[in-house]
């Protein structure tokens, strides 16, 4: 008995619970949480927001549904697809200038027609194929780290969005291609997140949607900056083409619709950009985050180790080690987990519907929220809690309408293995030589704008392991 409760004692004091906002027993109105999702959309969330199952509230003069239960959010984004796949105004509207009809921010007609050409060609079954560009890429980010002393401070965030641009522009845009661009698509989307309106309040008041909003010279030339370098690379293809180079963005140019039709330019421009910003942008921050918990949580990272020097040893892994690395799977899972990329999921629905019993009208905005549901008493044990080892009995696996880092349902992310296998290569690789070390002094804390990121920088020590 005594050993018993010694163990548990012992398995509590190594409970790690990472940064999240301060949580509202009573609400603030609504004008002061508007004000503060501009901000940080994680700060507006109370104590009940993460227990509840359905919630409702009025907004101006918006119905808000929030989606908190694995039955109500199967109904919402897999039954009720067809009247709740159009994104929030709010997402569309700041993320049309740069993704256009984009996949991310169409739907109907739009989105199927697109989501059939595009789908495939980043499709689950050619990450094999991918795996080898990902692990050269990643071997040179770890080749680069040891090449600095020992003690080197570095911006983790940074060096994870470099090389995640890297991977992207190497497997979509052409291998020979990536290095002369990727810099200036991550510095361009980090200005594009950073400026963008983070709260649509033309729509929050019902006003038109033809109304136009204000683009501050920021966002344009952030826009400018990417667009300008996926023109290029989509003007250089018949050149790669011709040296024999095979590129996703050749199958976007050369891929035709039901009618044997072409993408349009502008489509194919609109996709590229969809794919890099999905590709680079969620797994960088999902590794950031990752190299910031395992920081903190010294058992987490001593098995991640064991995992890595067993299985891989010295060699680099391949596709097929994947996996055999359940305990690094396990790590990004909880990652995700704790801070999902796109930390809030919302739609407008297109018609009257019905969610859980509760009639929806035409023009409500339905969330799902990860940001609640991954961290909901009901549904997870320990939820604030970094404890991969949730995630390693398949038995006890989430529901997948409970644990939606990607989405779900038919506007699921298209590239979900393709990101999960980056970012257990990228782990495995880089964890087999280092151990990041948070820098002394700094506070974390989540900030969420268009994606949920470490706040602005996330500085650490390179620490080489002795291996």
């Not at 989307?189 to 909003?213: A, C, K, N």
């Not at 890099?276 to 999902?286: C, I, K, L, Q, S």
């Not at 002394?440 to 900030?447: F, L, R, S």
Request: aromatic residues 8%.
């Amino acid at each position: 008995m005594t050993d018993s409760v010694t163990t548990r004692a012992k398995d509590k004091s190594q409970d790690f619970v990472p940064p999240y906002p301060f949580r509202y027993e009573q609400m603030p109105p609504v004008w002061q949480l508007i004000g503060m999702a501009k901000k940080n959309f994680l700060s507006i969330w109370g104590i009940d927001d993460f227990q509840s199952r359905l919630r409702s509230r009025k907004v101006f003069s918006r119905e808000l549904v929030i989606c908190n239960r694995p039955d109500v959010v199967r109904e919402a984004f897999q039954k009720n697809h067809s009247a709740l796949q159009r994104k929030s105004p709010q997402m569309r509207h700041a993320l049309e200038p740069l993704l256009g009809d984009g996949l991310f921010v169409s739907d109907t007609d739009t989105w199927a027609k697109r989501r059939k050409v595009v789908a495939p060609i980043i499709h689950g079954s050619r990450v094999p194929g991918f795996a080898p560009i990902m692990v050269d890429t990643i071997i040179e980010k770890r080749d680069e780290w040891t090449a600095k002393p020992d003690g080197s401070e570095i911006d983790a965030l940074e060096e994870m969005a470099h090389l995640t641009a890297e991977i992207i522009s190497r497997t979509i845009f052409g291998r020979n291609l990536g290095a002369n661009y990727a810099s200036e698509v991550v510095e361009g989307f980090t200005d594009y997140q950073r400026h963008i309106d983070q709260v649509d309040l033309i729509s929050m008041f019902g006003l038109p949607e033809w109304l136009p909003r204000f683009r501050g010279r920021s966002i344009r030339k952030s826009r400018e900056r990417i667009l300008g370098v996926l023109d290029q690379i989509i003007d250089s293809y018949a050149t790669q083409k011709e040296a024999g180079e095979t590129s996703v963005i050749g199958g976007l140019l050369e891929a035709r619709d039901d009618n044997g039709e072409p993408l349009s330019r502008d489509a194919i421009r609109n996709e590229a950009a969809v794919i890099f910003m999905a590709g680079h942008e969620t797994t960088a921050n999902t590794l950031a985050w990752a190299w910031y918990l395992l920081s903190q949580s010294a058992p987490t990272a001593a098995k991640l180790h064991a995992e890595i020097d067993q299985v891989l040893g010295d060699r680099a892994p391949t596709f097929a080690d994947v996996a055999k690395l359940p305990y690094t799977r396990a790590v990004i899972e909880e990652t995700l987990r704790l801070y999902p990329p796109v930390p809030i999921l919302a739609r407008e629905a297109m018609e009257d519907t019905e969610i859980g019993g509760k009639h929806i009208p035409k023009g409500s905005l339905v969330m799902v929220v990860p940001w609640l549901m991954h961290r909901n008493p009901v549904l997870w044990v320990k939820p604030d809690v970094f404890w991969p080892e949730r995630f390693i009995q398949k038995s006890k696996r989430p529901n997948k309408y409970g644990y939606v880092p990607f989405s779900i349902g038919p506007r699921i992310c298209a590239g979900l293995q393709f990101g999960m296998t980056e970012a257990i290569l990228s782990l495995a690789i880089l964890a087999r030589k280092f151990a990041p070390a948070l820098k002394p002094g700094i506070d974390v804390q989540p900030v969420a704008r268009l994606t949920l990121r470490p706040g602005a920088d996330l500085p650490m020590i390179l620490q080489k392991r002795a291996v």
